[in-house]
């Protein structure tokens, strides 16, 4: 009994430890080529190289006349230079010149007008006066216009051939327009692991139903598909399956036919009704941990069977909560290709007492802000594992260490943003 029990402490793992050994299992990423609306939200899988060089050609960087520096370098307001507008060149147009030009001419550009060779300079058209003498354009500056100001060069942006974007970027709306800037239309990125979700629990009901005697509406499979969905996981979430060992078997099952992942919620711990793990090792998988350090959440566990990956998270809804944020949030980034699939965490200070000893880290819904140059974070009240009412109000996860008597207001711990990224 005893080796049994030591076996079990053995498997019940760290956060970290946790993360870790799921993270290392999350196997070969394959890659797909999608068109760029698909790719936002994903991860790169090569690095995506310039094809042109950017800007493509010499521009204009504002409104006004591409000049010869050389021709305006006496300019003064004492002894203005008159120069003669040649040509007008417009966004899109060629970079047409009645060449050679002629000493003292100018060429009237706009803002991403291709600049004609001969000329070296933009001088803004509010730095000049333009005027006609007869039929004849010309332009009358009292300073000179440095050679290169308001040009941009080809390629100044970025030169053909340089890696624009490394593997593993995640593609949001920037990194998009980046690449369809230089004419690319489609991205090789890591396929989105497919996800099945099932909640178990005799006692759950669909929400939109009439809720009978005892029974609690389902939250947890909308939270976690909701969570997978923002993470770029393809998901489908189960109906509420009874805790029935036979019928969670079957499902387990076929959920590992159909998916890469399977998470559960519900029927984790140690009650009689408890089957998941049963299921799980009955099925032949191998257990990677049996519960974690931490409070909420320590029953939650997870196998893995023929490449495929059982979570099995706590019912409490915030134990549930905190095994997405911190387990199967990194997993599902690290099988996205995502270079670091781990939560961004940094310090701040406490500004009301956790008093809740634990012998786990205990993590908690939190809401933090900024002052005197410092995180401050409170703890929500009503934070209780079975708790969901505050949910919203949270806006960090803090975690309060293991063992003494909880937190004391003041006191330095480590926390995390959960404002979707
Ligand atoms: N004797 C012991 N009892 C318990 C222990 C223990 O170590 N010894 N651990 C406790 C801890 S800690 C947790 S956490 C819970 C976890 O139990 P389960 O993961 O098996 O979850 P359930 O018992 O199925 O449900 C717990 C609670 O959450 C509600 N729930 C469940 N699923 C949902 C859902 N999809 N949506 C909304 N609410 C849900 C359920 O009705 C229960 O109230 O065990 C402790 N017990
Ligand atoms: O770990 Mo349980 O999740 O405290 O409520």
């Not at 909420?296 to 023929?306: E, F, L, N, Q």
């Not at 819904?365 to 079975?386: T, V």
Request: net charge neutral.
């Amino acid at each position: 009994m005893a080796a049994i029990q030591e076996a079990e402490a053995a498997l019940a793992a760290t956060v970290e430890d946790a993360v870790e050994r799921l993270c290392r299992q999350a196997g070969d990423l394959s890659a797909e080529t999608v068109p760029l609306p698909e790719a936002a939200g994903r991860y790169l899988a090569q690095d995506c190289a310039s094809p042109i060089p950017i800007p493509p050609f010499r521009r204009a960087a504002m409104d006004g006349y591409a000049v010869r520096a050389a021709d305006t370098a006496e300019a003064s307001p004492e002894r203005p230079v008159r120069l003669t507008v040649a040509a007008e060149v417009r966004a899109g147009e060629k970079a047409w010149f009645p060449a050679p030009p002629e000493k003292g001419s100018a060429v009237r550009v706009f803002t991403g007008s291709p600049v004609p060779e001969a000329f070296d300079s933009v001088v803004m058209q509010e730095t000049v006066v333009r005027y006609e003498e007869g039929m004849r354009p010309f332009v009358r500056l009292d300073r000179p216009a440095p050679s290169g100001r308001h040009i941009a060069e080809a390629g100044e942006d970025c030169a053909a051939g340089a890696v624009l974007l490394k593997r593993g970027t995640a593609l949001g709306a920037k990194e998009i327009a980046v690449l369809a800037s230089f004419g690319i239309d489609r991205a090789a990125v890591y396929r989105r692991p497919s996800v099945v979700v099932l909640p178990i629990g005799d006692e759950l009901e669909l929400p939109g139903r009439p809720l009978p005697p005892s029974r609690v509406y389902e939250a947890n499979g909308f939270m976690t598909e909701a969570k997978l969905r923002l993470l770029g996981a393809d998901v489908r979430r189960l109906p509420p399956m009874p805790d029935h060992p036979a019928m969670i078997g079957r499902c387990l099952e076929q959920a590992w036919e159909e998916a890469d992942l399977v998470v559960t919620t519900g029927g984790a711990s140690v009650g009689k009704y408890d089957y998941v793990k049963w299921a799980a090792e009955t099925a032949g998988a191998e257990p990677l941990f049996k519960k974690v350090r931490m409070r909420p959440g320590t029953p939650t566990s997870a196998y893995v069977r023929g490449g495929k990956t059982l979570i099995s998270l706590s019912g409490n809804p915030s134990a549930c909560f905190a095994g997405l944020e911190l387990l199967v949030k990194p997993y599902v980034w690290s099988r996205m290709g995502r270079l670091n699939p781990r939560n961004d965490w940094r310090e701040g200070r406490l500004a009301a007492a956790v008093e809740k000893p634990c012998p786990y880290p205990r993590y908690i819904r939190s809401r933090a802000w900024m002052e005197n140059g410092e995180w401050r974070l409170l703890p929500l009240a009503n934070d209780r594992s079975g708790n969901i009412a505050a949910f919203a109000e949270a806006d960090a996860l803090a975690v309060v260490p293991a063992g003494g008597g909880g937190a004391d207001a003041g006191q330095t711990v480590r926390w995390f943003s959960l404002v979707e990224q």
